[in-house]
């Protein structure tokens, strides 16, 4: 087992890129031991080299649902305890409603919302046995109003929302506190390519954030730090929008 020296451990999942790959920089420059997981091997040997010595990547595809007890597992045989998971790995697809498979369909459900719950189930089973822990979901514009063509997208991160909600009245009184992120329209792989595809859903973008710009993944990656910290020790249930206004823009 690693000597963590009472120090903090965290899961970041997806923290080889983007969005999660910000999260574990802040983590690790305020020396929280950080997983990182993801499936690509490569990503996460060059996210290690990035963040030093408090990261540790880890390979667990989480949309293989079996696969997930025995990750956590691993990761409690190798530090002893985990106070902080954050579940931002995750999944886009755009298309047509019609278009939409049930096996597509069920691929971003499967990603985003039944990899969460198993992960978080698991985590959670360790954090009860300390009274402590808090954990981060990373959920988006797509479930504070309606965007068309990403139906499963919406479907997942909406489902993230009510998650959260349920898991802090639950967990809250047993010292876990849970939270999401909302995070707008952040620079990353992910939104690159979604709007430099449809330059008139970037223009409505622009159009309704008040900040005029968008955001970086070292915004979400501040806002993950406070919650996951004792600053943030009264605040459990609530979807935080990290967004230069999107969600309340005219
Ligand atoms: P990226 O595509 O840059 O990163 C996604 C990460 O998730 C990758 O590191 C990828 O790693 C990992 N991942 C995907 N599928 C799996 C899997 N099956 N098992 C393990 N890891 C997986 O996306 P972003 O950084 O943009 O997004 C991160 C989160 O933020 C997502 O939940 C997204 O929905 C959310 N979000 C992003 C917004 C944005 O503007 N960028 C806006 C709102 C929400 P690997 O390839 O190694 O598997």
Redesign the pocket.
Known sequence: MENTNQQQVAIV??G?????LAIAEKFTQNKIHTVI????EK??EKAKKQLGEYCYPMI????NLACIPAFIEKVISKFGQIDTLVN?????MKKEFIEVTDEEFQRVIT??LCSVFAISREVVKHMLKRGSGSIIH?S??AAQYGLPKVIAYSASKTAIDGMTRAMAVELSPKGIRVNAIA?G??E????AKALNEDPERKQKVFGRTPMGYMGKPRDIGEAALFLASDAARYITGVVLPVDGGNSVGF
């Open positions: 999942t997806g080889g890129s983007g969005i999660g997981v993801g499936r690509d990503k996460l667990c595809d989480i949309s931002n790995a995750g999944i886009n990603t985003n990373i988006s514009m995070p329209f952040i990353t792989d992910m939104t």
